[in-house]
């Protein structure tokens, strides 16, 4: 917990990024009643080893989409600039 002075205002300005982010080009689909959307499932926790030696990587996928095609795309959304670490990250999800 945290103290929010202004907590209609944080609230308020959660609501416009998430309308932007919904509204994006790159994402109208996803979060719309396409029918090119097969499923689409929010938070979505992973274990992964690469090899039998290899540590277990544990996190949670922002979404999973599959397309009507098929296709599972894999969308991680970041806030701020982009970070190396994020690259990384998107490595492990494709492998």
Avoid: M
């Amino acid at each position: 917990r945290t103290a929010v002075d202004d907590l209609e205002g944080l609230l308020a300005r959660a609501r416009e990024a998430l309308a932007q982010l919904r509204n994006h080009p790159d994402v109208i689909d996803v979060f719309s009643d396409s029918p090119r959307v097969r499923w689409r499932r929010h938070e979505v926790p992973f274990s992964w080893r690469a090899g039998a030696e290899a540590a277990i990587v544990r996190g949670t996928i922002d979404c999973l989409v599959e397309w009507e095609s098929g296709v599972i795309e894999v969308l991680e959304f970041k806030t701020g600039r982009p970070a190396p670490d994020h690259e990384h990250q998107l490595a492990v999800y494709v492998k």
